[in-house]
């Protein structure tokens, strides 16, 4: 179902990040799978992190129409080499405004949670 919902995502979506000094950083990106997980080159800031460490990031997909859902895939990694292996432990489909329909998450915007279910 996620691969599904990337591929109606076009364009490059975001790697979301946090620098050493821990200021957010945000960078355009090419995403394949590896099995379950997705790879992602990693900044050039990412090699001054912890080794060993896991560190969390966020890949963002822009919506597709104006009045459309962005796609948001959070995780955590412990590369610190040029590729990073995220392991997905959530992705939403986000929009803002109220929800046409109850869906039962604690969002306030029109969220459609995608992982896990």
Known sequence: MLRAEVANHPGDPFLLTV??????????VA?????DRLTVPAPRHW????AGRSHQV?????????DGYALIIDGTTTD??????????RAVLHRRGRPVEP????CGSDC????PR
């Open 19 to 28: 620098t050493v000094a821990g200021a957010p950083h945000s960078s355009p």
């Open 31 to 35: 995403v394949t799978w590896t099995a």
């Open 47 to 50: 090699t001054q992190l912890p």
């Open 58 to 66: 966020s890949v963002l997909y822009p919506p597709a129409t104006p």
């Open 80 to 89: 610190t080499g040029p590729e990073l292996t995220v392991s997905i432990t």
């Open 103 to 106: 869906n039962g998450t604690e």
């Open 112 to 115: 459609i949670p995608l992982f």
